[in-house]
């Protein structure tokens, strides 16, 4: 049964690695290496959690006459113990019900309206971009009075970066992540805070290019603003260091070395997820009649 863990220990090391150095990339680099981290990890532990629940259920005497084919389809023979198994079990149940939730949740948030800019009228200060190809902006009219124009045009840049690069996909892709393997979070966290990183250094080029002053109109929006909680928006994850990154110079490249490795490790990890499908693919053939 240890080849069940190998892709999915290859892809968390891949993620450990993208999730150390992501502060040392530029922020559309560094989400969309965390943006592949967190597929291979969801393609590694989610066939990897259905295998082992299966192969558990396929060996208990209830179920056993029923789906005791699940065990040999995954290659698991020999039972599995129950300490490793309901866990398993619980945590595929779950993660079922919170992706279909998640998911519910993104197709009512997305955005279907083309305008650009929607004004709605609100006293408490709020910008946020919906999902959807649209990439809708909505601020609040109490927003705008609190903001000059610049300072606004700093806020609408930012929010426009998530629709233009459609920052949603990675959004929703995160957060289904977590739903399906809560230990996830950590790693998804780090994906939304790049992401509005991205979002800052996009507004700094077009504005202007004055960090210290985008750095200002970030902490003064985000001590003010909300905004839901399935949105993307100016005063999301980790304000304090995003004002800290824009008020240091502009963020390099990071090394050749560390991009092709990090490259070569997404690559090599892809190909042992694929490996793990296979396996789950033998349960899938399992269930069409014959």
């Given at each position: 049964m240890g080849w069940a863990?190998?892709?999915?220990?290859?892809?968390?090391?891949?993620?450990?690695?993208?999730?150390a150095l992501h502060r040392r990339l530029r922020p559309e680099f560094a989400a969309r290496g965390l943006t592949a981290a967190l597929l291979l990890v969801g393609t590694a532990a989610v066939p990897s959690l259905w295998i082992v629940s299966l192969g558990f259920l396929g060996h208990l005497p209830m179920f056993g006459h029923f789906i005791r084919w699940c065990g040999s389809a995954a290659g698991i023979d020999e039972p599995i113990s129950p300490f490793l198994g309901i866990p398993a079990v619980a945590l595929s149940m779950l993660g079922l019900v919170r992706t279909?939730?998640?998911?519910?949740?993104?197709?009512r948030m997305r955005g279907t309206r083309q305008e650009t800019v929607q004004v709605i009228t609100e006293d408490d200060p709020m910008a946020y971009t919906l999902p959807g190809r649209a990439g809708r902006v909505v601020i609040s009219s109490?927003?705008?009075?609190?903001l000059d124009i610049d300072e606004l045009a700093v806020v609408?840049?930012?929010?426009r970066a998530h629709g233009v690069?459609?920052?949603?996909r990675m959004v929703l892709l995160a957060r289904l992540s977590q739903a399906a393997i809560p230990l996830l979070r950590p790693l998804s966290d780090r994906l939304l805070f790049t992401l509005e990183r991205w979002a800052d250094e996009e507004a700094v080029c077009a504005t202007g290019g004055d960090r210290r002053f985008v750095a200002r109109t970030i902490a003064k929006v985000a001590l003010r603003s909300s905004a839901p909680a399935?949105?993307?928006a100016i005063a999301g994850l980790g304000v304090p260091a995003r004002v800290d990154a824009l008020l240091q110079s502009d963020p390099g490249h990071g090394s050749c070395a560390i991009t092709t490795s990090i490259r070569a490790a997404i690559v090599i990890t892809a190909l042992l997820a694929g490996y793990q499908l296979h396996h789950l693919?033998?349960?899938?053939?399992?269930l069409c009649p014959r």
């Amino acid at each position: 049964m240890g080849w069940a863990f190998v892709p999915l220990t290859a892809a968390t090391l891949v993620a450990l690695l993208v999730a150390a150095l992501h502060r040392r990339l530029r922020p559309e680099f560094a989400a969309r290496g965390l943006t592949a981290a967190l597929l291979l990890v969801g393609t590694a532990a989610v066939p990897s959690l259905w295998i082992v629940s299966l192969g558990f259920l396929g060996h208990l005497p209830m179920f056993g006459h029923f789906i005791r084919w699940c065990g040999s389809a995954a290659g698991i023979d020999e039972p599995i113990s129950p300490f490793l198994g309901i866990p398993a079990v619980a945590l595929s149940m779950l993660g079922l019900v919170r992706t279909v939730q998640v998911s519910t949740a993104y197709r009512r948030m997305r955005g279907t309206r083309q305008e650009t800019v929607q004004v709605i009228t609100e006293d408490d200060p709020m910008a946020y971009t919906l999902p959807g190809r649209a990439g809708r902006v909505v601020i609040s009219s109490g927003l705008v009075s609190m903001l000059d124009i610049d300072e606004l045009a700093v806020v609408l840049a930012h929010e426009r970066a998530h629709g233009v690069h459609r920052h949603d996909r990675m959004v929703l892709l995160a957060r289904l992540s977590q739903a399906a393997i809560p230990l996830l979070r950590p790693l998804s966290d780090r994906l939304l805070f790049t992401l509005e990183r991205w979002a800052d250094e996009e507004a700094v080029c077009a504005t202007g290019g004055d960090r210290r002053f985008v750095a200002r109109t970030i902490a003064k929006v985000a001590l003010r603003s909300s905004a839901p909680a399935s949105a993307l928006a100016i005063a999301g994850l980790g304000v304090p260091a995003r004002v800290d990154a824009l008020l240091q110079s502009d963020p390099g490249h990071g090394s050749c070395a560390i991009t092709t490795s990090i490259r070569a490790a997404i690559v090599i990890t892809a190909l042992l997820a694929g490996y793990q499908l296979h396996h789950l693919a033998g349960l899938i053939v399992a269930l069409c009649p014959r």
